[in-house]
């Protein structure tokens, strides 16, 4: 079913396949010990879910976006129909009925950690054939962008597709899904872990163990080759306050061969919950960009959007505009 304002005539240049979770989430000083019970100083609710954040953000920097994904038939449902229509973000949602819409609950401390529980719910219900039956939006578009809140089956399609179409295929691969296999990371051009989706990643395919805790200190010659162990043609590995690794090998569809680092921007952080999501969708909205530069040009900006992101409480709520992004850094 697609949103209000929506046209099977439109030509996006970012397909999201991915997540809705409504998410609710309390303010506290600290995290609650076992058995405690905490005043909460603030709470708030919204859009989230790691498919719905990035194709919000990927549109608040001036993407065209269609978002595939699946919806119950409740409330929640309702709430996420009026924030897309309001986003301009066109949609097409799968409804589920008999099965709740996805919601998290997330707790967010004083120095912006967070601690989060989710139930995937319809998310996990999005299914092959409804993807088939909207392939027409994969025709013109440029990027298909993925992550692991639905189905593997589903994610293993959608990458299937994009790779039919010629998009570059994009992988957040989170969360880390206990089956991934190499055969479906051979289908991305890029994936793009943080440190311990990275670790968990090389311990599931390629058998080896790292501390994820001292890859950010790790020398780049040996992060790269790390990387390398994937088999994927590139990887961007996020660090949070260490900003971020890129590795590119010898078929890459960008910058064959190189590697370095992208040092994080300086900002006041008081909620890193859903800054990932930020870096992705902005990645996404520069990689499908023909005049946007760079692949290194693309990883600064995404950057810039996620460490700002982190200056507002909320998820998809938090997603910067272009302009805001411009006004901090710069327009270069």
Known sequence: MDSPGSSNNLHFSTVVVGSYVHD??????????????????????????KGFNQAVACRRQGGEVVFIGA???????????????????????????????????????????????VNLAANELLEV???????????GARVLLAQLENSLDTVRAALALGRRHGLVTLLNPAPVHADIDAGLLAL???????????????????????????????????????????DVGSVVITLGAAGCFVSHGAGARFEAGSHYRIPAERVRAIDTVGAGD??????????????????????????????????KIGASLAMPTLSEVHDRFGAD
Not at 24 to 49: I, K
Not at 129 to 139: I, K, W
Not at 282 to 302: I, K, M, N, Q, S
């Open 129 to 139: 054939d409804f993807l088939q039956a909207h392939v027409a939006s994969f025709s």
């Open 188 to 230: 991305c051009d890029l994936i793009t872990p943080n440190e311990l989706e990275f670790a968990l990643l090389l311990e599931r395919i390629s058998g080896e163990k790292v501390d994820h805790s001292g890859l950010a200190t790790q020398a780049d010659e040996q992060l790269h080759a790390l990387c390398r162990r994937l």
């Open 278 to 311: 930020a870096f992705n969708g902005a990645l996404a909205a520069a990689l499908a960009d023909p005049e946007a530069g760079t692949f290194r040009d693309a990883v600064v900006h995404a950057n810039r959007v996620a460490a700002l992101s982190t200056e």
């Open 24 to 49: 609710h989430v309390w303010l506290t000083d600290r995290f609650p010990e076992t058995g405690e019970t905490r005043r909460a100083l603030g709470f708030s609710t919204g859009p989230g879910g």
């Open 71 to 117: 919806l119950g038939d409740d409330a929640l449902a309702q709430a996420a129909r009026a924030f897309a229509e309001q986003e301009g973000l066109d949609c097409r949602w799968q409804i589920c009925t008999g099965t709740p819409t996805a919601a998290a609950s997330i707790v967010v401390d004083a120095d912006g950690a967070n601690r989060i529980l």
